[in-house]
């Protein structure tokens, strides 16, 4: 059964430092290319990156990833998901209409 994961945000003073390549291997992410609905992976945001579908058991494995690199994290949080962002999420949105 497919499962709505919500954006994980990732607040950083150098989001130019969070490579696409630091996702690569990271269950849930498809890579680094683009997601299945069309959006890209990472997200550029005022407060650092938002990350797209990052699995719960992947997130250990990226911060682990993010101080190697020395990127400096200052939050790392789930995004909030509304009934309707799940509903959407899980049905494939308009596509399925």
Do not use: C, K
Request: hydrophobic share 40%; no cysteine; proline share 10%.
């Amino acid at each position: 059964m497919r499962h709505s994961v919500p954006d994980l945000l990732l607040v950083t003073p150098r989001p130019q430092a969070v490579a696409p390549g630091l996702l690569a291997g990271l269950g849930g992410t498809e890579g680094a290319g683009p997601a299945p609905d069309g959006r890209s992976v990472m997200t550029p945001t005022q407060a650092g990156v938002r990350i797209h579908g990052l699995a719960p058991d992947a997130v250990a494995e990226l911060v682990r990833r993010l101080v190697a690199e020395g990127v400096p994290v200052h939050e790392l949080r789930r995004e909030p998901q509304s009934l309707e962002d799940v509903f959407m999420d899980l049905t494939g949105g308009a596509r399925v209409l």
